[in-house]
């Protein structure tokens, strides 16, 4: 599936590059009508970023929840950014967010996030990977709005959390996201083979319809797709029908 990702900060669109808040693009776009022309094209699902929450999780925005209030009857959610406990998850499952992306408190606390997975279900969340790739080609995760590279790796901790039921995980090249580099295929690959049982959402790079077929033919569950949609590269309708084509 094709998934619309939009970001927000002080209640604007926004794309970062390589993930760094002081290189940032703001769009003038109204959020409505933007989700409306979605929906136009066929949308059912999209993925909605807190940066504020990111960045500060005292600072959480009421922007994305005025959003999903008005369309939870239409499409469905999965939100991520700043999320650090369980009031910040039941807010989000009572306005009728469908997933929730959890990444540095997972990291952090481990034993936190596998309690929530036995509590709510692993259909409730998805863990947000997010991937700083070494010289030796190594893949280090990345936390607290990927301003710290841990020395955690990628495998090891998708081994500590999918016996306690983990399937739904995002996996982002942070080199990659925003830049039109294209996605990190070897790094999806590699990873849809060592754990073929997962449900993988992939992020990065993408900037054209040929990177959503190269992600197809390895397999990918899922794409993720910012700023390429959000200048237009091509329409959310053009990506369906690739994706479906192939």
Aim: hydrophobic residues 35%.
């Amino acid at each position: 599936m094709i998934i619309p990702s939009l970001d927000f900060i002080n209640g604007r669109i926004v794309r970062l590059y390589q993930g760094n808040y002081s290189n940032k693009t703001l769009y003038d776009i109204d959020v409505f009508k933007h989700i409306d022309q979605y929906i136009n094209e066929g949308l059912t699902y999209i993925h909605l970023v807190d940066l504020d929450g990111c960045n500060n999780p005292e600072d959480r925005q009421k922007n994305i929840l005025k959003i999903i209030s008005h369309y939870r009857n239409k499409i469905t959610f999965q939100v991520g950014g700043g999320i650090r406990s369980i009031h910040d998850i039941e807010n989000l499952l009572r306005v009728g967010v469908s997933k929730i992306v959890i990444g540095t408190i997972a990291i952090n606390q481990p034993d936190q996030f596998k309690q929530w997975l036995l509590k709510y279900g692993s259909d409730r969340f998805v863990l947000a990977t997010d991937i700083y790739v070494t010289d030796n080609n190594d893949y280090k995760l990345a936390i607290h709005g990927w301003k710290t590279i841990t020395d955690i790796n990628l495998e090891n901790i998708l081994y500590k959390f999918i016996p306690y039921g983990l399937k739904n995980i995002l996996c982002t090249d942070i080199s990659r996201d925003g830049t039109f580099l294209g996605p990190n295929i070897i790094l999806y690959k590699n990873l849809k083979k060592k754990f073929p049982n997962i449900i993988l959402q992939a992020s990065g790079g993408i900037n054209s319809l040929s990177d959503i077929y190269l992600l197809k033919k390895c397999n990918i569950d899922h794409v993720i797709i910012g700023r390429a949609l959000l200048e237009k590269n091509f329409t959310f309708s053009e990506a369906q029908q690739c994706w479906q084509k192939e």
